[in-house]
């Protein structure tokens, strides 16, 4: 499903326990490559939320379809729990498959950043699964001078440099966030999930069928978490995703449209489990 929010191109794709694939055209970015669409084969940075196959499984068809094309190794980022079985999960894909499969695999933890270009940056925090699990948020960032040189003269700014004076800061601008799966306590501890322009988050249970609870004790979130806990989800828009195979795709929104509040709903959008495996 391809989306425009806030400015901000994305291509996702998910369905709970089967694939999930989260695409940002402009910035060159996958996150997750549970398949891998041929539109995934130009994103050279690709992060990894947690190791479910769901999320990973497409990584062998992406890595060899560069390596097919010539197109420079892309860069994997794990956690960095996981990143030696990766690395022997890549190499044993290399001598099954008799090619190269060129690569570099970073490893991350909460509060890794990651420099993009000059004007990207990807930063990571705890997501809480039941396996180790990673959000990541995409900033802008730029360099703004310090408070110290706000307004004055282009001479005093020029003397400071002549004498090695920084007279600028590094600021990050949260653009874009996705966690991964997760259950809501993610949202009260990470308060940089308030400051995102655009939320993706999973959804995967939104009914009576399962309780709240149990949602909880699979790893994963309850509409009922999410209406217990409004405040937190004040974002311009929000992508909910990752449902239950379980649901329909007008099932999710009618229940969703029934039980939201509808400033909630009215900034929401749903990835549809029956979305078409385009470019595959």
Not at 240 to 267: G, N, V, W
Request: some cysteine; aromatic content about 8%.
């Amino acid at each position: 499903m391809k989306l425009q929010l806030q400015g901000i191109d994305i291509e996702a794709i998910s369905l709970a326990g089967f694939y999930t694939c989260i695409q940002f055209p402009a910035y060159k970015i996958a996150i997750d490559l549970g398949v891998s669409p041929r539109s995934s084969f130009n994103k050279s940075n690709v992060f990894f939320t947690h190791a479910h196959g769901d999320h990973i499984a497409g990584v062998v068809r992406h890595c060899s379809s560069r390596d097919m094309l010539g197109l420079e190794p892309p860069t994997y980022y794990v956690g960095k729990e996981d990143k030696q079985h990766f690395s022997e999960f890549i190499d044993a894909a290399r001598r099954l498959c008799r090619t190269k499969m060129s690569c570099s695999i970073q490893g991350v933890e909460p509060g890794s950043t990651f420099q993009i270009r000059a004007d990207l940056a990807v930063r990571s925090y705890r997501s809480i699964h039941r396996v180790p699990c990673q959000g990541y948020v995409i900033c802008n960032t730029r360099k703004k001078l310090r408070d110290e040189f706000i307004g004055a003269s282009g001479a005093t700014l020029q003397e400071a440099r002549k004498n090695g004076i920084t007279i600028d800061k590094k600021v990050e601008i949260p653009l874009v966030s996705y966690t991964g799966d997760t259950i809501i306590d993610v949202f009260e501890r990470e308060s940089i999930l308030q400051d995102v322009k655009v939320l993706i988050t999973e959804l995967t249970f939104c009914d009576d069928n399962v309780s709240a609870d149990d949602a909880r004790n699979r790893g994963h979130i309850h509409l009922d978490h999410i209406l217990e806990r409004e405040h937190l989800f004040q974002q311009p828009n929000i992508v909910f995703m990752h449902f239950s195979s379980r649901y329909r795709t007008q099932d999710i929104e009618r229940i969703c449209k029934r039980r939201m509040p509808a400033d909630l709903f009215s900034r929401s959008a749903f990835i549809p489990n029956d979305a078409p495996l385009h470019h595959f």
